[in-house]
């Protein structure tokens, strides 16, 4: 799924976010093409600037942000964090237990079956982009209902579904290229 407009979907989802938030930046990708928060005093990108420095800074953020509460953590390539098996500690309490901090979470990932249980499970609404690879459809299926699924398999390149449980799904054209 790499390359179909989840990392511009953030952009202009977070460009036009009014409320607090801290973006992880996995990959610099939204750094790197000049992405800015529209309040620099309660919206935060954080960055690393070698691969080295990813998985401290990331568990330092989540920390950041259990701390701060009230707002949103947005991670950029969430499965480079975790994995379907195993959620790391500070992440966890970020998301078993952040809803009582009032914390929401938004992520992309090129991966859906290498997202852990708990982060699909507790997830409300769902950008879908087109799903094909076999091992995402079937993990996909666990959450998202079959008809949603076969839509996503023959979406074109850049459109997506947007889905929020128990309701229709809607299929979108690609949003203003921000990147």
């Known amino acids: 799924m790499g390359q179909e407009g989840k990392t ?6 977070l460009d036009n976010c009014r409320v607090p938030y801290t973006l992880f930046d996995t990959l610099g990708i939204l750094t790197y093409n000049g992405f ?3 309040n620099p005093k ?3 990108i954080i960055m690393p600037r070698r691969a080295i420095e990813r998985e401290p800074l990331f ?6 942000v259990w701390n701060e509460g009230n707002q949103i953590f947005a991670v950029d390539e969430m499965s480079i964090h975790q994995s379907k098996h195993f959620l790391p500690l500070d992440l966890d309490t970020v ?3 952040g809803g009582n ?4 979470y938004w992520f992309t990932t090129r991966r859906v079956a290498q997202i852990h249980n708990d982060i ?3 997830a409300h609404h769902h950008f879908i982009f087109r799903t094909y690879l076999p091992v995402d459809v079937e993990w996909y299926r666990q959450f998202i209902p079959e008809t949603v699924i076969r839509m996503a398999q023959d979406l074109p390149k ?8 128990g309701s229709e799904a809607k299929v979108f054209q690609p949003v203003k290229k921000l990147l």
């Open 42 to 44: 309660t919206q935060k």
């Open 158 to 165: 850049f459109h997506f579904i947007y889905y929020r449980l």
């Open 36 to 38: 800015k928060p529209l």
């Open 120 to 122: 699909l499970g507790s």
């Open 101 to 104: 901090r009032n914390i929401a």
């Open 95 to 97: 998301i078993n237990q």
């Open 8 to 13: 511009n979907l953030m952009a202009v989802l």
């Open 59 to 64: 568990s330092k953020a989540c920390r950041q």
